[in-house]
């Protein structure tokens, strides 16, 4: 899957639904963010990805 296949994907307006539990949420973030870090193809739409699913997520209390 090559990066622009990923933005595309991310870019998706489709209707939302809630897939994954809140703690898969918070886990995906940590993924992603390592990802985006590490470099190389897809980190830019990692990092972008991770931003997007933390800003959704409530904060912890």
């Known amino acids: 899957m090559d990066e622009t296949h990923l933005w595309t994907l ?3 307006q489709a209707e939302r639904e ?3 539990t809140r703690g898969e949420a918070r886990a ?3 993924l992603l ?3 985006g870090k590490q470099g ?3 980190a830019d739409a990692a990092g972008d ?3 997007r699913i933390a800003r959704r997520l409530p ?3």
């Open 33 to 35: 963010r390592q990802l």
């Open 10 to 12: 991310i870019e998706d």
């Open 40 to 42: 190389g193809e897809g």
């Open 28 to 30: 995906a973030v940590q």
């Open 59 to 61: 904060a912890i209390e």
């Open 18 to 20: 809630p897939l994954i």
């Open 49 to 51: 990805l991770a931003a």
